[in-house]
């Protein structure tokens, strides 16, 4: 069923609320199953907002459209952070990492669009500072380089570069992106400190011994590591999200 129609600030006010409501369960102690009712709640409003948001774009409103993608990226941001107080109760820990890393980048997303911006600096450094307590930091990450031909523009689908649109920015309640790329070969792979991905980690260094230790529980694993040079090894997860260069939804 569709929302009925309501005033701008009707929906700002049912914004607020609910994420006012949903930050006091932004902590592992709280219990999961309420944790859970939250994201239901939000995922609810999102549905909404979207709908307002369409309408927005047919009367092309820019401003109501960005407004309506802010609150999106704000809820999606909610909804990736209480999941991982949920996956970390789970012990499913390398999945509550990529959604920290997801609440990042949908509050980066929505910093990026022009108005009230109040609070959500305070809340990115509350993500940051999870991230620094709950996680042991990795001051490695994999990395893999693509050659790639080509690729459009998911605002106009012009091929990217012989429009104006800008890859980051948003137009019309939506985000830019550069789509349907057309990977041609993986040209390297590289450990880097400064990753395009940080879901991108290193998931296992070696022992003394030869053995695989997991980077993230600290425990020893059972796989044996082959070294040509005796030195440390490390490995992870090579995966590259180049092709698809944000996790922020297009619509």
Not at 234 to 247: A, E, F, V, Y
């Amino acid at each position: 069923m569709e929302p009925k129609t309501i005033s701008i600030k009707k929906v700002t006010e049912k914004y607020n609320a609910i994420i006012d409501e949903a930050l006091k369960f932004n902590y592992l102690v709280r219990d999961s199953e309420l944790q859970q009712e939250q994201i239901n709640i939000i995922s609810q409003f999102i549905k909404e907002v979207k709908f307002y948001k369409y309408q927005a774009i047919e009367k092309q409103y820019e401003p109501y459209a960005n407004m309506f993608f802010h609150f999106q990226c704000v809820s999606n941001s909610l909804i990736s952070i209480l999941s991982m107080w949920i996956k970390l109760k789970k012990h499913n820990y390398k999945e509550a990492w990529n959604k920290i890393i997801d609440a990042q980048e949908y509050l980066s997303t929505a910093m990026r669009i022009e108005g009230d911006q109040f609070g959500l600096e305070n809340l990115l450094n509350e993500y940051e500072k999870i991230e620094s307590v709950v996680f042991p930091g990795w001051k490695l990450y994999n990395s893999s380089g693509f050659i790639e031909k080509g690729g459009k523009c998911s605002k106009c689908s012009s091929e990217y570069g012989k429009c104006e649109h800008l890859e980051g920015l948003i137009y019309m309640g939506r985000l830019c992106q550069i789509i349907e790329r057309i990977p041609i070969t993986i040209d390297h792979t590289a450990v880097v400190e400064h990753p395009k991905d940080k879901r991108c980690i290193i998931e296992w260094i070696s022992t003394e011994d030869g053995r695989k230790r997991d980077y993230i529980t600290w425990k020893i694993l059972d796989e044996k590591v082959e070294s040509e040079n005796g030195g440390m090894m490390m490995g992870g997860d090579r995966k590259s999200t180049r092709l698809n260069s944000s996790h922020i939804p297009l619509s």
